[in-house]
């Protein structure tokens, strides 16, 4: 029955969303707001519909944070460049598309967010791991217990759960309230 297969996956949803860690959201936020006060870039990458939510987090941190405001955050997505990704895919290795972007762009104090359900998307990974080398703060969304990009991220913030789309849909429900949450910010 499709009623009862919806009730249930939304009752394990919220169940899910009622064990996120509130510290883990309050680093997150607090973590966004210091780049906006250095002020420095925000890089963000994901995989499939990592980079479908890492994109949708750009768009909305972009415009609907910084809209008529003197002080704009600039986030950048590195999922959305697709000649490139394929460019450095095709000659060089998928595992290198954020990267080899992140040489080109990263400076002190930037923050790199890896979005990885899995948590070991190895491009993902690499772009942390770089930015970790080269003076950038890192902060790692994960789910299924965090798998490597919890462990090598500077903070995270991890749903623990191993179902990819209820993972999905709360990392999109906390860029959603991060983004309602940070346009508060003056």
Do not use: W
């Amino acid at each position: 029955m499709p009623s009862s297969f919806l009730r249930n996956y939304l009752t394990e949803l919220t169940a899910l969303f009622e064990n996120v860690s509130l510290n883990e959201f309050i680093d997150f936020t607090t973590e966004l707001t210091e780049s906006l006060k250095r002020p420095s870039y925000i890089f963000i990458c994901g995989n499939g519909g990592s980079a479908s939510n890492a994109s949708h987090f750009a768009c909305d941190i972009n415009k609907e944070t910084s809209y008529r405001k003197d002080k704009r955050f600039k986030l950048i997505c590195l999922s959305d460049n697709i000649p490139t990704i394929l460019a450095y895919a095709n000659d060089v290795s998928y595992d290198d598309v954020f990267v080899e972007q992140l040489k080109n762009f990263l400076t002190k104090d930037d923050m790199v967010i890896g979005v990885s359900v899995s948590g070991n998307s190895r491009n993902v990974l690499k772009a942390i791991d770089y930015a970790n080398k080269n003076g950038g703060k890192t902060y790692g969304i994960c789910g299924c217990g965090g798998g490597e990009l919890k462990n090598i991220s500077q903070k995270s913030l991890t749903i623990d759960s191993n179902d990819m789309q209820k993972v999905e849909d709360l990392h999109m429900i906390i860029f959603h309230c991060t983004m309602k949450y940070l346009s508060l910010y003056k």
